[in-house]
């Protein structure tokens, strides 16, 4: 049984910041992270939105929050999926395929996977031609026609990505407009290769072994249309990691979870962080902002039960 | 054991399966296919998905990176 002060759960930038807060506070820190650090930073190629660097690689800036951690003393523990938590009672212990761990507080930052498309065929096709990451499938579509549904910053930057390798792009959105940065959509709509649909929906895809055409439905008149495309990539939002959590943690109707002001839980001692709470606004440099919050006032109240213990 | 690992240079969860390997220091032959025709045919002729990365362990196929099944077929 280990049992470290703070036991974080997850390796995003509010996982890795709430570390690094952690571990300045001489607090002893784990994080467990199911893949390699990250999140979904990893899949990220270029990060223009994070102030002290122009641009910078999703792997390169989790990697120096990463290293900064450790350096600090947090101790990081890859490929290190949660089995089970018990997070209610007094006593918190938190299980890994080859750990116990018993921490005297936890802040969760498991963060928020791709939502899946909401069309009859997704699993038939998931793999061929129903994809979620430009970055680790994009390349196999090279100089095909490719679609991709989603109307915020990830599908306008997606669909630039693929451009690298698809003869062309089309962007399929189910209103008149796009909610991501101003810049990058203007440089969406100037790509040659890229074509917008405005107010079509993703009905479904069809084909034989792989993907070979999308039905879109025009939002306005109703009228579909069939769209002959090798694969369509998906970012229609995302959706949290909090299926351990849902008998333990309060959470909204969407599995979000609830938190105060100071990132506490409906449960002492558990904090949330990062993607995974409910919140207004998800980016890196929120997530950065509710590691810090959460890791110190998992240190408030770590010290508030020793005092109350010498007492 | 033989290991071929097909892969592409953005992707992440490429990377995490390479690490994965490397830290049980499994040795390992990396196929980049966005970079050789040849080695994205030799992927998509084993198997039809186009989700990487894809792991051939002496003919067993992972598709994508799955630590269970990895560490169920090299015995970890």
């Given amino acids: 049984m280990r049992e470290p002060d703070v036991l974080i759960l997850g390796g995003g930038p509010a996982g890795l910041t709430a570390a690094i807060y952690a571990a300045r506070a001489k607090l002893a820190v784990t994080l467990l992270e199911t893949v390699t650090a990250g999140g979904q930073l990893r899949d990220t190629v270029a990060i223009e939105n994070y102030p002290g660097f122009q641009s910078v690689t999703g792997e390169e800036l989790a990697g120096r929050m990463a290293e900064q951690a450790k350096r600090l003393g947090a101790e990081i523990i890859g490929f290190s999926p949660v089995l089970s938590v018990s997070l209610a009672a007094g006593v918190k212990t938190v299980q890994t395929k080859k750990a116990s761990y018993r921490p005297k507080a936890v802040i969760i930052a498991t963060g928020a996977v791709p939502k899946k498309l909401p069309i009859p065929n997704e699993a038939k096709f998931a793999g061929r031609g129903i994809h979620y990451c430009a970055t680790c499938d994009g390349a196999l579509y090279e100089n095909s026609v490719v679609g991709v549904v989603g109307g915020g910053n990830s599908a306008l930057e997606e669909a630039l990505f693929l451009t690298n390798f698809a003869s062309k792009v089309i962007m399929i959105r189910r209103r008149g407009y796009f909610n ?11 790509h040659p290769k890229i074509e917008v649909l405005f107010h079509r929906d993703l009905l479904d895809v069809s084909g034989g072994d792989s993907v070979e055409s999308a039905l879109v439905v025009d939002t306005r008149t109703g009228e579909k249309t ?34 105060d002001e100071t990132l506490r839980t409906n449960v002492p001692g558990v904090f949330a962080a990062g993607d995974v709470r409910v919140k207004a606004v998800r980016q890196i440099t929120t997530a950065v902002a509710d590691g810090t919050v959460a890791a110190l006032n998992a240190e408030k109240y770590i010290k508030q039960g020793q005092n109350m213990a010498g007492a | 054991m033989e290991i071929n690992i097909y892969t592409t240079p953005d992707c992440s969860m490429c990377k995490a399966a390479k690490a994965f390997l490397a830290a049980h220091n499994l040795p390992f032959t990396e196929h980049d296919v966005s970079a050789s025709r040849q080695a994205a045919a030799e992927m998509l002729a084993k198997t039809r998905e186009r989700k990487l990365p894809v792991i051939d362990i002496g003919g067993e196929l992972v598709i994508g990176f799955d630590q269970d099944r990895l560490e169920e077929l090299l015995g970890l």
């Fill in chain 1, 180 to 190: 991501g940065a101003a810049s990058t959509f203007e440089a969406v709509m100037n």
């Fill in chain 1, 226 to 259: 069939g769209i002959a495309l090798s694969a369509v990539f998906g970012y229609i939002g995302t959706e949290p990691k909090t299926a351990l959590f849902r008998r333990d943690i309060a959470l909204d109707e969407q599995g979000y979870i609830l938190t």
